[in-house]
């Protein structure tokens, strides 16, 4: 047994689900690593009750068990408030062996239509899915969710006895499989290989290394392999990530590829090549590249092999203690001479919605992605710093009943936001050229055109260009858009009329629309939306995504590390100084090793004694900077972020407590993971999103 959004990938676009198969790892020791000798099938699967019921089978040559040890369920609600409880799990904090932690039954509660248990046994991201078992071993929950405040962790299980008819009815359901098990199996294997291998070989690309016999291999996707000694935290890594081409790679691909890479993090604008040269391991040809990323230096080599770029990501440790033994690895890293051919593609053709087809030029290769939301990418064989993807989106609330015109606006207003955002990266967006009605081809002639390029604020240089063109619909958005990490101009102007002759082939299932979509159903929880406004929330089954919900309006707004400061000028309160110092500030929100008023107290001190780290202790009047807190406006500001006009514009946040916590750049994500509540795709579905 396990929960809904631990083991289902739902697409982006249109929430169906993805294809998955399940590696089972079984601890045999708890003080190893699990055994991940196994797969699994679904059996059954409800996002409602976000449960999920999947059939365990071992692989063989890797394990001869077939019948498990089991726990027993808990059917008739025995749990008490005060009652033991024993919470097994892997959350991510606790590394690569099992967590068990022990607390008690907090209480109970109905709500989202299922039934809780609430525990303090301490549970965190990557618990879900893990057993609650009372004194005698039963299970009594199914562990889903972790809450974090100020006081603590409070653990939320699905309630046994609540779901148990429900398990009835499928546990004997016919297990679904897919083609992707196979594959499974032979990566396992392969897996498992490794724990006594000191050479590693890949098949494709036809690549190999030699590790130290002290060190360890981890393959833990295959697309990345680590090499690591794990009893040594201050030791060097070796790390081969394999990154795949439509088409045969060469050295001039390496440097674009990693532009490539930091264009898709959102810093390119922070990324610079220390140095860059020409060498030779073992025959292979490739480059020794150095890169700074905001004065953070990164080591790698790259080898062009086949149709992929193998990066070897290095760090010699502290010290660089192991600047031998990383060395030798490296250097015997080889390829294998293999006749293996490889066929570009040069056409495509989308069966998902929304349907559409093309016939890519001479001078691009296609290769396909499993994903409705980015079905395809295209990279220009010639101009390295080329590639279009081929996206499609969802008709939002804000666009769905649009024309050409008002979606253009719509999208200059936009590219304005995101100016006020990333400006801080040093960046800005200009558009150059944009056309509501532009003509692709003859099946095409309304497609919405725009030309932008990305520059330097402190500079004027321009760092990438792009053009993209967005096709409408009756559902959704078919967006191709073109980006080219370069300021050569008569190139870029190469390409983009290259681009346009390849689009005289693109032809759509539906012609497109001049209006938006039809209504969606409005399906708001006005009643949940309430309880949350003010609160963060953390998106428990999507990476852990932030959110915070606006008590004005009752919208949600994602928070990132790129958009944070400049969102919260934007929704925050003014405050001058004499209404902000009659709200107490947490003590966990300052430093003990800072003394911002010089007076010889630390701001920690201050604010645990209820004393204001801003204003000076005056010997001759005592109790000057005391706080005397307001109990109606801090009640009246509680989820409220505030800007504190009269000093920088410092924002300050006013949990449910009533105590203020400042927000910087060097607190920002952490401070949102203490305060954020956990919630469900589901739940945060239903809550509207803002701009």
Known sequence: MSNYHVITLEEELDSSIRDAVYQICIPENISDEPNCAYTAKVVARDKALDMAILKIENITGLSTLRNFSYLDLDRFNTAQVGDEVVALGYPVIGGETITITKGVVSGEVDKYGQQWIKTDAVTSFGSSGGAALNAVGKVIGITSQAHSDLLGTLGYAINISSIGDWFDRNKNNVPQTNTLLSHLVAFTKEQKNLKSANIFVKSYPPVSITKMTDWDFDYYSEGRLSIDKKSDDDGGFIELEFVRYPYLTGLNDIVQELKRQY????????????????????????????????????????????????????????????????????????????????????????????????????????????????????????????????????????????????????????????????????????????????????????????????????????????????????????????????????????????????????????????????????????????????????????????????????????????????????????????????????????????????????????????????????????????????????????????????????????????????????????????LALGITDNDLNKIDMGD
């Not at 008709?395 to 050409?404: A, Q, R, S």
């Open 263 to 674: 264009a898709e993090l959102g810093i390119l604008s922070m990324f610079s090549f220390v140095d860059e040269k020409s060498v030779t391991i073992n025959g292979i040809s490739g480059k020794k590249i150095v890169t700074s990323v905001s004065g953070e230096i990164f080591y790698a080599y790259i080898f062009p092999v086949k149709n992929y770029l193998v990066i070897i990501n290095y760090d010699y440790g502290e010290n660089d203690k192991d600047k031998e033994a990383v060395d030798r690895v490296i250097n015997t890293f080889k390829i294998d001479a293999s006749t293996i051919a490889f066929n570009e593609e040069r056409q495509f053709s989308n069966s998902n919605s929304p349907k559409f087809s093309f016939l890519a030029g001479q001078n691009w290769a296609v290769m396909a992605n499993n994903s409705k939301s980015v079905p395809a990418y295209v990279f220009h064989k010639d101009s390295k710093g080329a590639f279009v993807t081929f996206q499609a989106a969802r008709v939002t609330e804000d666009t769905k009943n649009m024309n050409n015109d008002d979606f253009l606006d719509y999208t200059k207003q936009q590219v304005a936001e995101i100016n006020k955002i990333i400006i801080r990266l040093d960046l800005k967006c200009e558009i150059v050229k944009s056309n509501a009605y532009y003509k692709i081809n003859n099946e095409i002639n309304n497609a919405i055109m725009v030309e932008s390029v990305f520059k330097s604020v402190s500079s004027g240089k321009i760092i990438s260009q792009s053009i993209s063109y967005t096709i409408k619909s009756e559902e959704q958005y078919l967006v191709v858009d073109l980006n080219f990490l370069s300021d050569n101009q008569t190139e870029f102007n190469t390409v983009k009329s290259e681009l346009n002759s390849m689009l005289q082939s693109l032809s759509l299932g539906a012609m497109p629309l001049n209006t938006g979509a039809p209504s969606i159903n409005d399906v708001v929880d006005n009643e949940l939306t309430n309880r949350l406004r003010g609160k963060f929330l953390l998106q428990v089954q999507d990476r852990g995504r932030i959110w915070y919900v606006n008590p004005n309006n009752g919208r949600r707004y994602e928070v990132t590390f790129a958009n944070a400061l400049n969102l919260f000028e934007t929704l925050a309160l003014g405050i001058n100084n004499t209404n902000l110092y009659q709200i107490l500030i947490h003590i966990d929100s300052v430093s003990s090793e800072v003394d911002s008023d010089g007076d010889g107290f630390s701001d920690k001190s201050e604010a645990g004694a209820g004393y204001n780290p801003d204003i000076a202790s005056n010997s001759s009047r005592r109790g000057n900077d005391k706080v005397n807190m307001d109990t109606s406006l801090t009640n009246r500001l509680k989820g409220r972020l505030l800007l504190q006009v009269a000093d920088r514009s410092r924002i300050w946040y006013v949990d449910f407590d009533g105590k203020r916590w400042e927000v910087t750049w060097k607190n920002l994500m952490d401070l949102f993971r203490k």
